[in-house]
């Protein structure tokens, strides 16, 4: 396999890792107008399962977001905007097929930036990548066009259409927890539509967006039409993007304070924003389910990716009649997770993205503790082998027994762990799940058709789920409600973000 530009036998150990150092430059650049450029200012990239150094990120400024937009805007006059549907199509397919050539290394990418397990790249994660691409490749291709005839009193009439245009620039800032997927998803439809793109990939994961930018180059994608500058967010790349006067439009998914952030300075260009924000979503478990089926799809929902999924259940309520043995079994699965190198054969569970993120998570560890929860298990740092023992490494961990006012059952703390309390009434639980400032996702596990429909209907979330979690045709609507998100994207709903109607009348 291909790590960073050499040829490796498998995934390397800390140890390879500093050694290939001597041999290997491992930097993560820029990528702008069709080139890898370089910044002064670097800043380190460590992996989360063992906090090796990967490499050092070239840190963009105001200089390099701006000569970024401009060569995204020079592309929008070039080739890249006057080139036809069928002709982007067929390019976005390509993107595609190269994604899926050179599967494995990006597969190695996310599990090195990530620190999550290989399967979960593999299964997961990577695969949507190429699915992004295609999806949007193939709405675009049969967007109607509205138009109407139009009576006028000398009696030869008019046609009236609408017609739609990319919106132009598009600032994609995308988060760390699933980083390929989610700045697919965007790219996708920015791109089908149309329009080009800078990236700012999160500070923590940034070589997806790096291998990326290598297959738009090798496939012919325009220079300018992709644009990639690294860099953090307030007062570099990130904030820089937000402000820069030729950028149409931003879709953003992150923290919602952060969307605070970027809205307050989207405001000042009056630009359209497209947010995925995060989530306090709640699991809700009625005593008809099937059993099994609902703790392995909690326990997929509570700790896959080490809980770091805008979607996951850090709320679980579960009708009384097997509330112990529903905790009793959840403890079981979470204690049976695997902890290990991302790609050691059997590894069920990652690292937290960070020791800084790690430090909010086990911030709140403690808070539960505070608050009075009986800690059903976890709650601290498990013990790692030594080649393991300094990564972001958390115990999976389950509550009982707070009020719903406790701070780890209203705030979104985005690590491998839940809260679990009985209920004894449907509109009890409805009552529950929808006091919150959120409003994401929900998991709703029963056998009883009426009730599923009608639980489904009345939660305020973007996306329900029921007997089932993470599962979506990507041509259906997705987004938050309340503090969850801003739009809708997926499908033909895209386009309402990445493209803008012009209204022609034309007299015949
Ligand atoms: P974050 O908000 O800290 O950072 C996201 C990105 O925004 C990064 O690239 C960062 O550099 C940039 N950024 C930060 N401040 C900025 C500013 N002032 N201006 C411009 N850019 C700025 O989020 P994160 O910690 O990377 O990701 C975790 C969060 O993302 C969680 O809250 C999670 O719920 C949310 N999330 C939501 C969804 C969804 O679909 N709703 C999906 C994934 C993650
Ligand atoms: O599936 C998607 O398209 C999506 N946006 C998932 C979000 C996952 C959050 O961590």
Redo the contacts with the bound molecule.
Sequence with gaps: MRFYGCWVRSLPSREQVLALHMVCIMEYKHFIDGEFVTSHNRFENRRPSDNALLGMIHEGGAAEIDAAVRAAKRAMNGPWGKMTVSKRVELLYKVADEITRRFDEFVEAEMNDTGQPRSVQEHAFIPRGAANFKVFADVIKNVPTESFELETPDGAGALNYAKRVPKGVIGV??????PFL?MTWKLGPALACGNAVVV?????TPATATLLAEVMRDVGVPAGVYNVVH?????????F??RHPDVSAIT????????T??MQ?AALGMRDVS?????KNAGIVFADCDFDAAIEGIMRSAFLNCG????GTERVYVERPIFDRFVQALKAKAEALNPGAPDAPGTTFGPL?SQE?REKVLSYYAKAVEEGATVVTGGGVPQMPDELAQGAWIQPTIWTGLPESAAVVRE?I?GPCCHIRPFDREDEVIELANDTDYG?STTIWTTNLSRAHRVAGAIEVGITWVNSWFLRDLRTP???SKQ??IGREGGVHSLEFYTELRNICIKL
């Design positions: 800032i995308c988060p760390w927890n699933a989610l700012k990939p999160s500070e923590e860099g953090f967010g307030p007062d570099s790349a990130g904030e993007l937000t953003f998914t992150g923290e919602t304070r952060t969307g952030a970027i300075a947010f995925e924000l995060g989530g770091q999924v805008c979607l993205i993120h979104e985005f994401l997705f987004g938050g969850s998100g």
